[in-house]
């Protein structure tokens, strides 16, 4: 015969208690229901920090949710932003995790002592260049660099090898670029970790004498492509495939990755990290493993309702079939996690004079 569990109630220990005594009982009762609620594994609540929005992400917590039973509380925000945020509420912290958009912010909290070492079950799952060297914090998902280019008055092999050959005085008139866009500032402080500051100095400067045309952001640069307005420009991969989702094969731009696999082909990763301070940590780690898992891993790569076309880090689980696979992008050999140097990036952009 199988047992039931007896539903303890404390009501008839509370009767014909006096008013003095039943404010002494009150709370010990309470501690031992906190404590046999805890005995009967009640699942705790997990807190994510997540520089990534909710429209792309919410899906899929929600889905870790269902899967694990683990309830998780999100905090969303920009990933500057909440990185600063847990460094300044220091061992207070209520996050047990953190979800990047980019690597560098991982980088500036394991570099200030607050992300835990992560086991190897967790870490190689990801192949080595979009981790941690210190296994404070694991990829998710990559964003490449790739320059833009008009399909009709432009060849790939018209495309110099380097990202370096765009300072030819030939590429006069011809380029766009977003300096005050998050990423295109990731690229910069990748070219100045790769080849230091000098030769990322000079590579501004020539863009800039070559006339550069100064976009908002990524997507205003690939419709300046398409029009004509620009023959190239330095944009994340994905942009390029909602156009084409949207307009078509005959949209007349493609992306190219630099032939030397220098910092203009760089892949930054959305990444995870757990905090030191957490309280959670096997529901924590339970969400890294659900992150890396093939379920979510294909979400990111194209099952979203507005496609992702996101790399999955993941070996095994394919790319989007109208992306390159990761195996055929040749990318600088740099520490992900030194991204974190922005303001020395922004120092060097407003030296230039292409940001204020």
Known sequence: MRLQPRRLSYLPLLKGLSRSRLLVALPLLLVLALGLAACRGEPATLTVYSGRSEELVGPIIEQFRKTTG???????????????TILEEGQNSPADVYWAQDAGALGALSKG??????????????EGRFRSPKGEWVGVTGRARVVAYNTKNVTEADLPDSISGFTDPQWKGRIGWAPTNGSFQAFVTALRIAE???KARQWLEGVKANGAKTYGNNSAIVRAVATGEVDVGFVN????????????????VRNYSPRAGDAGAMINVAGVGVLGTSKHRQEALRFLEYLL?????KYFAGDTPDDAFEYPLVAGVPTHPDLPSLSQIKTPNIDLSNL?????????LRDVGVVS
């Open 340 to 348: 974190d140097d922005l303001q020395g990036t922004l120092r060097l």
């Open 293 to 297: 898992s093939n379920e979510a891993q």
């Open 113 to 126: 002592g607050k992300l835990a070492k992560l086991p190897d079950s967790v870490l190689n799952k990801v």
């Open 70 to 84: 683990i309830d998780v509380q999100v905090r969303y925000g920009g990933t500057a932003e909440l990185a600063a």
């Open 196 to 198: 230091g500051d000098a």
């Open 237 to 252: 991969h994905y942009y390029l495939y909602t156009f084409l989702k949207e307009q078509g094969l005959s949209f007349p």
